[in-house]
């Protein structure tokens, strides 16, 4: 992918990256192309191997590739500053594009223990049904990652900060354990948004964002996206979106792309609410820890003022034992008036949800020994995810003093 803006600072990329005035008619804003073929001008192989580069060739079918969907890719690449990217129907299937595009029967794939439920769902039950071997470490700690390698590790996957801890990967330090290895490293960002953490320097192959969250960030499209070099990218659209069929429609791309044009001022909005409110939130009594990578308090801040670039609005905080957090999760669901009870995350309408502890590790992480207790560590019996978004904080502070 060309990028004529790659110089350009971050609000020119998104606003101008991947669009122009339409040729045909002067418009300034893009067109949405609902079409699923197009027609050509060119005798063109109708196989996907056909054709060396599918991101360049012209636009034959909607499953190969689509002008919306394109556009987007290219704002995400352009400030993540890869080659290419490719967008998908959702973050899930960027997921699972990852780990079916480079894992096959006989490797082995070392995943943080703690990643979105749905990724860790994944790993843990699909995965090995199709021969990957797969090794769950606590990727805060760096000696784990590396005594989990195996000859046979194709890919390490991470996700900083992670959901639903707020707990942080040293993704200098993880790279480094890849590139010795021969594997590929890929981290789910979402949480960052492209603004937090500048991942292509870090080291990271495969940089994978829910675009359902902060780069969609209004609450209205389901959307996934990997950013990386071209020949990576290449097979993931190529294995996932043409053969899996996992494609992001033009309408989510085209809505998807109209919230990113705002994407670097509402990161910085979403950092200054979130630090008044996690600084609101830790002079609480009734609240008993609260885990914000901009706070003092939290436990990798040294590693957060290194690696981020923006804390973002993600915050967690307790309240006590896992009755007095459901207890909580119910006042907040009858007197919440802004604050919307409700999962998901980067809106710009703030989100709070309840994470029990055991309930989550009998679902999704399973974890045990010192693996459970790192997670407990950061979030004892249940932390409530709290979502700031864009309202005026002091709104939201007054929201959530009516419960806590
Ligand atoms: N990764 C993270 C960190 C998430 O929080 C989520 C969803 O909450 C996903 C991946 C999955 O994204 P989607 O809901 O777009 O499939």
Redo the contacts with the bound molecule.
Sequence with gaps: MRHRNASKGLMTKVIHAGEAPDPTNGASAPALHMSSTFVTDQVAGFSAHDHEDEADVPYLYARWANPNVRMLEAKISALEQTEDCVCLA????A?TAIFLTFLSAGDHLVISDV??A??AELAHDTLPRMGIEVSRVDMSNIESVSAAVRPNTRLIHT?SPV?PIGRLTDLAAVSEIARKADALISC?A??ASPLGQTNKDLGIDLI?H????YIGGHGDA???AIAGRKELIERIRNESGIHHGSIMSPFNAWLIARGMATLPLRMKAHETGASAVANWLENRDAVTRVIYPGLASHPQYELAQRQMKNTSGMIMFQVGNAAKGKEVAQQMIERLQIIHYA???GHHRSLVFWMETAALMATSFRLEGAQLESYRAYAGDGVFRLSVGLEDAEDLIADLAQVL
């Design positions: 959702s973050g899930m299937a997921a990643c979105y749905g990724v996700e959901n789910d979402t949480f994978m829910s675009v359902t969250k389901i959307g996934g999962v998901s995350l």
